[in-house]
Structures are given as structure tokens and as C-alpha cells.
């Protein structure tokens, strides 16, 4: 499987989204200096909520922009160009698959941004995951051919590392 052309899908969805947070960022910061926005009497709030929007919505543009220049970063990275040797512990850059996901083709990519985001590569699904989600947790540093146990709520997910790339 092809991980720059994984990575190449990742920065393409963080790119859109940063421009949807930038649209939003400009609406709130437009919306907290706006005339209609000064407030009339001591508990009118429109113009604070406005900028603790505008406040958070340039977080998230700061955010996804660090995201980004992440994923640049890592599609320069040995590990991520090179094949998988399996004396290498699991860390970001990698996709591994678990032994009960064969069936559906399905694969996890380690990434410290972009946790949640689903993709189509090759006929593979692949969820890319951080190091700090459970799933995360129980793969890094471990090796293929390892056990993994993991809380999910209510339910325990006990697997094998099947195959790591």
C-alpha cells in the first residue's frame, strides 16, 4: 500500500477543512466588531460570545495548519518511505492491520493529527488513529505478532497485530 499517497489524501481533507475554518474564523471575527453587535444594555453578550467564537475558530485554523506541516514532515521520513522490518516497534507513519480486520481489508494509519478520519486506498478502509486514542495506546510500541487488549467503553477488544507497513 502506497503511504505517501495515504498522507497525500490526509493533507488534501485537512487543507479543505482548514478553509472551512478560516471562512468561519473571518465569519465570527466579522460578527464580534459588527454595529449590530454592541451591546445595548449591561447583559447583552452578542459582541464577547462573537469573539470567544472568533476566538476558538482561529484555534482551529492554527490547529489544522499544524497538522498539515505535520504531514508534510512525515512523508520525508525514513519509516514512512521505506518497508516495515519487524524488529521496528509500532509508532506514527505506520498501518497496521488487526487479525480480525483480514476480512474486511480494513487497516489503521498512526498519525499525530487527523484521529477519526476515514479513507478508500486501494480497496483497503483505513482509519487513521493517534497515538493517544485507546486503539492508539495499545499499538505503539508493540510489534506484529503481538496481543493487544483494549477497553472500549463497555466492551474489551483482544486482537493480534496481523501485519504492520
Known sequence: ???????????KHLEKELKNAILAANNARDAAVNDESV??????????????LAQGQSKRVDEFETAIKAFHILKTQKHVIDEFETDTPINVGHLVQLEKDQAKTHWFFIAAFAGGFVTQLEQH???????????????????????IKVNLGSMVLEDVIFSVL
Open 1 to 11: 500500500m502506497d503511504k505517501l499517497q495515504l498522507i497525500s489524501k490526509i493533507i
Open 39 to 52: 451591546a445595548e444594555t449591561q447583559y447583552d453578550t452578542i459582541a464577547i460570545e462573537a469573539g470567544y
Open 125 to 147: 478502509k483505513i482509519t487513521v488513529i493517534t497515538p493517544k486514542s485507546p486503539i492508539g495506546q495499545a499499538l505503539v510500541g508493540k510489534y506484529q505478532d503481538d496481543e
